[in-house]
């Protein structure tokens, strides 16, 4: 994903006006976890269900942004979507979140939730809660709020509220998600019941009035990768860096300024993908407005 060098602020698009609420897609004689946009309606929080989710079919996990660390976006495990059967999908039910919502939603298939192997939906809101949903009902399993930042950004987040932006990260070996929250800082919480993991957050920003992560966070071997850029061009100075975290010691190892730790910063990195990794373990991020360099 590669960002044009902006020489006017980042500019809001229409769906950030509007809360987003999950919708998930019901297909007959199938399974499939899809979600879509939609304006907030009713009492906060309400589940509107029209049918049976799961049809059959095998879930497969989907931890990361785009599927995996190369940002694809195309799952080789699915089998049950073709040409003839696609126009059957039809709206499972709805979740109303708390504000709106720009990360890919992250599922995981039978996590143990009060003993019961339950499929999971995890997505983060700009109100600053991640929240858990049952992937069948659309109910909510659990939610964890991080707080919000309200900003001048207005142009680039509704109301200039900024919560979760970051997509998030499952590590199902330690039956953990990873996300960003506003001010900067990695949290790290259970995926049946998200309570908060000792040793976390972890904060990855120099500086959290002007930095933040839009971008999604990356998992490799064992390390954590967060990208970060600022809410938007007109607060400064920001220093557009990625973060290399090491998981077991939740302390950071490497970092990487696209234009150096002080001066006229910039470079930030908005690539909603984040980082990419390939498979020799090299990373590769997109970057923009290095400021004072061109």
Not at 68 to 95: C, I, K
Not at 256 to 278: L, M
């Amino acid at each position: 994903m590669i960002m044009p060098r902006r020489s006017e602020p980042r500019r809001s698009r229409s769906y950030l006006r509007l809360p987003l609420t999950i919708v998930l897609l019901a297909l007959v004689a199938s399974q499939l976890v899809s979600w879509a946009e939609a304006s907030h309606a009713g009492a906060f929080p309400r589940t509107t269900r029209t049918s049976r989710a799961r049809t059959g079919g095998t879930p497969y996990d989907w931890t990361t942004y785009g599927f995996d660390g190369a940002r694809s976006g195309y799952n080789p495990l699915e089998t049950e979507l073709n040409s003839g059967n696609v126009p059957s999908l039809h709206v499972g039910w709805t979740f109303d979140l708390g504000g709106v919502a720009i990360d890919q939603p992250l599922y995981a298939a039978g996590v143990m939730v009060n003993g019961t192997p339950t499929d999971v939906v995890y997505i983060g809101a700009e109100d600053g809660k991640m929240y858990a949903l049952d992937a069948e009902s659309g109910h909510l399993v659990w939610s964890s709020p991080t707080g919000t930042r309200t900003t001048t950004c207005t142009g680039d987040m509704q109301d200039g509220r900024f919560g979760i932006t970051s997509t998030g990260v499952i590590d199902r070996s330690s039956n953990r998600i990873y996300f960003m929250g506003k001010s900067g800082q990695i949290y790290a919480r259970n995926l049946s019941t998200g309570a908060p993991v000792t040793g976390w957050p972890l904060t990855v920003v120099t500086n959290p009035n002007t930095e933040y992560a839009w971008s999604a966070l990356t998992m490799r071997g064992g390390n954590l990768y967060a990208s970060l850029a600022a809410y938007c061009d007109e607060i400064n100075p920001y220093y557009g860096h990625v973060s290399e975290v090491n998981l077991a010691t939740h302390s950071i190892v490497h970092a990487w300024f696209v234009n150096g730790r002080t001066g006229a910063g910039g470079g930030g990195i908005y690539g909603y993908g984040g980082v990419s990794v390939d498979e020799a373990g090299d990373v590769y991020a997109a970057t923009d407005n290095s400021l004072g360099t061109s």
